[in-house]
């Protein structure tokens, strides 16, 4: 179901969702927000239905300039509010992983536990941060502001060398849908990616250390995208995390690992119940 909620656009993957737990999916950048279907499949394996919603400036949300990472988690709270659903699973795949952990930071009550794959971390401006990316161009020149973003997005092209081998057959296999979606979110402009870009290398909005749910980190050890220095750096500051490395993945394939991620936090999750010590 697609719809509109506090000016956002909504997918769900069930007409009603009211009372249910949710994977409150965070999409990449860029993406539209479309609900893919290996991520329908691994939530329904686990019997959640899946709520995906567009961050400002990509397909039917309207743009928000300046928006920041926890803006875009205070706007998801009367989506969920909507929608009734009774708790959240969020999780977030490169860029919506420090969406998904802004939702855990700004509605603690209601996110039970968090997993993000391929996650950047909060921007220092420092020569890790940017080290092993392939094409660190665009938040190059979005560390430097908004025009510079702008300026390069006019030339932008895609390297192929950001992706191994691994994430050519990803794309080409179970998670074709993904490529086909950030092809959409192309045609539409270039806006919610410069937005995205801007957002992740300025202050978040948030302390990692607020996030007290319990996160998974999953990260391929191959990633030229976002490398795993970045899972590193948000392990060290979340205060409940668990980084998960992949040596064989990259920055798509390790998306094959969603279900297992799913499987193991809900365990954790049912554990805290009983025990609110308990770790993965």
Same mark, same amino acid.
């Given at each position: 179901?697609?719809?509109?909620?506090?000016?956002?656009?909504?997918? !769900?993957?069930?007409?009603?969702?009211? @009372?249910?737990?949710?994977?409150?999916? $965070? $999409? @990449?950048?860029?993406? !539209?927000?479309?609900?893919?279907?290996?991520?329908?499949?691994?939530? =329904?394996?686990? *019997?959640?239905?899946?709520?995906?919603?567009?961050?400002?400036? %990509?397909?039917?949300?309207?743009?928000?300039?300046?928006?920041?990472?926890?803006?875009?988690?205070?706007?998801?709270?009367?989506?969920?509010?909507?929608?009734?659903?009774?708790?959240?699973?969020?999780? @977030?795949?490169?860029? *919506?992983?420090?969406?998904?952990?802004?939702?855990?930071?700004?509605?603690?009550?209601?996110?039970?536990?968090?997993?993000?794959?391929?996650?950047?971390?909060?921007?220092?401006?420092?020569?890790?941060?940017?080290? @092993?990316?392939?094409?660190?161009?665009?938040?190059?020149?979005?560390?430097?502001?908004?025009?510079?973003?702008?300026?390069?997005?006019?030339?932008? =092209?895609?390297?192929?060398?950001?992706?191994?081998?691994?994430? %050519?057959?990803?794309?080409?296999? =179970?998670?074709?849908?993904?490529?086909?979606?950030?092809?959409?979110?192309?045609?539409?402009?270039? /806006?919610?990616?410069?937005?995205?870009?801007?957002?992740?290398?300025?202050?978040? *909005?948030?302390?990692?250390?607020?996030?007290?749910?319990?996160?998974?980190?999953?990260?391929?050890?191959?990633?030229?995208?976002?490398?795993?220095?970045?899972?590193?750096?948000?392990?060290?500051?979340?205060?409940?995390? !668990?980084?998960?490395?992949?040596?064989?993945? *990259?920055?798509?394939?390790?998306?094959?690992?969603?279900?297992?991620?799913?499987?193991?936090?809900?365990?954790?999750?049912?554990?805290?119940?009983? /025990?609110?010590?308990?770790?993965?």
């Amino acid at each position: 179901m697609r719809t509109t909620i506090a000016g956002l656009d909504v997918h !769900t993957s069930h007409d009603d969702i009211a @009372g249910r737990e949710v994977v409150l999916w $965070h $999409h @990449g950048s860029p993406q !539209t927000g479309a609900i893919l279907e290996p991520v329908r499949l691994a939530a =329904e394996a686990h *019997g959640l239905a899946v709520v995906s919603v567009a961050r400002p400036a %990509y397909a039917g949300s309207p743009r928000v300039p300046g928006r920041r990472v926890v803006d875009v988690a205070r706007g998801l709270r009367p989506v969920l509010e909507g929608l009734g659903v009774a708790s959240v699973i969020s999780v @977030g795949a490169s860029g *919506g992983g420090p969406h998904a952990l802004a939702c855990a930071a700004v509605m603690p009550q209601l996110v039970r536990a968090v997993v993000t794959l391929a996650s950047p971390a909060p921007f220092v401006d420092e020569p890790w941060w940017f080290a @092993g990316m392939q094409a660190p161009g665009g938040l190059r020149a979005a560390a430097v502001g908004e025009d510079d973003r702008r300026r390069f997005a006019a030339t932008d =092209e895609f390297d192929p060398a950001q992706f191994v081998d691994a994430d %050519y057959a990803a794309l080409q296999g =179970e998670w074709a849908s993904l490529g086909a979606d950030a092809g959409a979110a192309d045609a539409d402009g270039p /806006d919610g990616l410069i937005d995205d870009d801007l957002a992740f290398t300025r202050p978040w *909005g948030f302390a990692p250390a607020e996030v007290a749910a319990s996160v998974l980190l999953v990260q391929g050890e191959r990633d030229r995208v976002i490398p795993p220095a970045h899972a590193r750096a948000l392990a060290a500051v979340l205060p409940r995390a !668990t980084l998960e490395l992949h040596p064989d993945d *990259g920055h798509v394939s390790v998306l094959r690992h969603l279900g297992a991620a799913l499987a193991r936090v809900i365990g954790l999750a049912r554990l805290h119940s009983a /025990d609110d010590s308990a770790t993965f």
